[in-house]
């Protein structure tokens, strides 16, 4: 018996550059970090800012503590983020590990606050991070008939 599944898909690796733009056409994405020796995850805001990415958190929130205890670099996060059409398959994903910091400098702390609203809205989601990329992978999944222009329209 033949089965027919529909439109082969087909993987393309993005370059650093092109990941990292398409990360930063989507507001929302994942970070993933340790908390009690255990990988944790949590969805926040993004924005790209002069290369690196920036979240909003709150005071109490476990990732807030460990960047202020790692000096030097930061601490080793991961984040995620993607457009991905749950029907169909495709769309891209990136993911980018890299070194989270807290932001502690008053005027890039409010120049953050101005250009990233925090997600879930709350006010007490006060404190930035910035997250430095080291490693930047990015998958496009696409049907075979797909070309490079696709890139363009799944972000």
Not at 45 to 55: A, E, K, P, Q, T
Not at 121 to 126: I, Y
């Amino acid at each position: 018996m033949i089965r027919d599944d529909g439109p082969a898909h087909r993987r393309i690796d993005l370059d650093p550059v092109e990941a990292l733009r398409l990360l930063g056409s989507v507001p929302l994405g994942r970070i993933v970090f340790t908390r009690q020796a255990l990988p944790t995850v949590r969805p926040v805001s993004h924005v790209l800012d002069d290369g690196d990415i920036v979240i909003r958190t709150h005071e109490g929130a476990a990732l807030t503590a460990h960047p202020r205890e790692g000096g030097g670099q930061g601490v080793v996060v991961a984040y995620e983020a993607d457009a991905l059409d749950p029907d169909t398959h495709l769309g891209w994903t990136v993911v980018v590990t890299g070194y989270a910091r807290l932001v502690t400098e008053a005027a890039d702390l409010a120049r953050i606050r101005a250009l990233l609203a925090p997600w879930p809205a709350q006010e007490d989601r006060d404190h930035a991070v910035r997250i430095r990329p080291c490693l930047v992978t990015g998958v496009l999944l696409t049907d075979t008939a797909a070309t490079a222009l696709s890139v363009e329209a799944a972000g």
